[in-house]
């Protein structure tokens, strides 16, 4: 009980630190953070590569997974929060996307995990509007959705999709996927996407769990290592995902959640400091090291990273 209420304590203290400023900068800010409207279609650009992967910031990552591009929790706006009238109340952007919006518009599947700002941004789904997209939400969150795309498929934990040759699992991590303080009854997934015998797991967000731990012949594994102070119940420490990582037995762990958006206390750098130094000797073998925009390839088992042409 104490340790609940020294939990709730520090989280309340925390968000007392950023929102009450946050939300008087989105009253009288406005929020300028462009990108160069000539950088490259990235479909185009990852189409050729069975496996691919490009961090777009944040939680966002756009895969080439055997025939399919999969956008997972695309969130590219300049503030994070709730919507009143042409405005977002909320967290800024610490820096400007890596890519347009527009270069993502076209993916073949987008993949929500939970209901949180952070990774169902409205604005930006809105953006990506496109009848040839289809979309896979958790139970609960389908409503949140914007009308136009392909299809709208909710599933729930446990259960599986197959979208033409793509295989979906979803999985139930360590978090929770209310929208607001009352919003309580949205569900919050894990995936596991498979095609043309690559296979990747996007854990969203979770605290340290043992609900990965028999997956087998994961080629990449994206896990978030940020946001966990005072959030650990809810959020992973780089420590925790390191472990979590090494009971998959993945390939390769693409680290996320982190850099993007201060939700939590630890400096901003922190995370990845305390990964490479977790991993220590393992870090260059396993770990992709991200940089936004950048163009990661797998190849047999083999890394190669590119610049995106312009």
């Given at each position: 009980?104490?340790?609940?209420?020294?939990?709730?304590?520090?989280?309340?203290?925390?968000?007392?630190?950023?929102?009450?400023?946050a939300?008087?900068?989105?009253l009288?800010?406005?929020?300028?953070l462009?990108?160069?409207?000539?950088?490259?279609?990235?479909?185009?650009?990852?189409?050729?590569?069975?496996?691919?992967?490009?961090?777009?910031?944040?939680?966002?990552?756009?895969?080439?997974?055997?025939n399919?591009?999969?956008?997972?929790?695309?969130?590219?706006?300049?503030?994070?929060?709730?919507?009143?009238?042409?405005?977002?109340?909320?967290?800024?952007?610490?820096?400007?996307?890596?890519?347009?919006?527009?270069?993502?518009?076209?993916?073949?599947?987008?993949?929500?995990?939970?209901?949180?700002?952070?990774?169902?941004?409205?604005?930006?789904?809105?953006?990506?509007?496109?009848?040839?997209?289809?979309?896979?939400?958790?139970?609960?969150?389908?409503?949140?959705?914007?009308?136009?795309?392909?299809?709208?498929?909710?599933?729930?934990?446990?259960?599986?999709?197959?979208?033409?040759?793509?295989?979906?699992?979803?999985?139930?991590?360590?978090?929770?996927?209310?929208?607001?303080?009352?919003d309580?009854?949205?569900?919050?997934?894990?995936?596991?996407?498979?095609?043309?015998?690559?296979?990747?797991?996007?854990?969203?967000?979770?605290?340290?769990?043992?609900?990965?731990?028999?997956?087998?012949?994961?080629?990449?594994?994206?896990?978030?290592?940020?946001?966990?102070?005072?959030?650990?119940?809810?959020?992973?420490?780089?420590?925790?995902?390191?472990?979590?990582?090494?009971?998959?037995?993945?390939?390769?762990?693409?680290?996320?959640?982190h850099?993007?958006?201060?939700?939590?206390?630890?400096?901003?750098?922190?995370?990845?400091?305390?990964?490479?130094?977790?991993?220590?000797d393992?870090?260059?073998?396993?770990?992709?090291?991200?940089?936004?925009?950048?163009?990661i390839?797998?190849?047999?088992?083999?890394?190669?990273?590119?610049?995106?042409?312009?």
């Amino acid at each position: 009980m104490k340790t609940r209420l020294r939990r709730v304590v520090r989280s309340v203290r925390s968000g007392f630190r950023r929102y009450p400023r946050a939300i008087l900068d989105s009253l009288r800010a406005q929020d300028n953070l462009h990108h160069d409207d000539d950088l490259p279609e990235l479909i185009h650009d990852m189409y050729p590569h069975q496996l691919a992967a490009v961090w777009l910031g944040h939680a966002s990552v756009l895969t080439q997974i055997g025939n399919h591009s999969v956008l997972i929790d695309p969130v590219m706006s300049p503030r994070i929060g709730m919507r009143i009238g042409s405005r977002t109340i909320g967290l800024p952007r610490i820096n400007p996307p890596s890519v347009p919006t527009r270069s993502l518009k076209g993916v073949d599947i987008i993949l929500i995990t939970h209901a949180h700002f952070d990774h169902l941004d409205r604005p930006t789904l809105v953006d990506l509007i496109d009848a040839d997209t289809t979309v896979v939400v958790p139970v609960g969150c389908r409503n949140l959705i914007p009308y136009g795309f392909k299809a709208v498929h909710e599933i729930a934990e446990n259960s599986e999709l197959m979208i033409t040759d793509l295989h979906i699992r979803a999985m139930q991590p360590a978090h929770w996927g209310a929208r607001s303080l009352v919003d309580r009854h949205r569900g919050f997934n894990a995936y596991v996407v498979e095609g043309e015998g690559q296979r990747v797991l996007f854990a969203g967000d979770t605290a340290h769990t043992e609900t990965f731990d028999d997956l087998e012949a994961i080629d990449l594994a994206v896990l978030g290592i940020g946001a966990y102070d005072p959030w650990e119940h809810m959020h992973a420490t780089p420590e925790q995902a390191w472990s979590m990582f090494q009971k998959i037995g993945a390939s390769y762990l693409l680290p996320v959640h982190h850099s993007t958006f201060e939700l939590s206390e630890e400096p901003i750098d922190e995370p990845m400091r305390r990964l490479r130094a977790v991993a220590s000797d393992d870090f260059d073998q396993c770990v992709i090291e991200p940089t936004e925009g950048e163009l990661i390839i797998i190849n047999e088992g083999e890394i190669e990273t590119a610049e995106i042409d312009a």
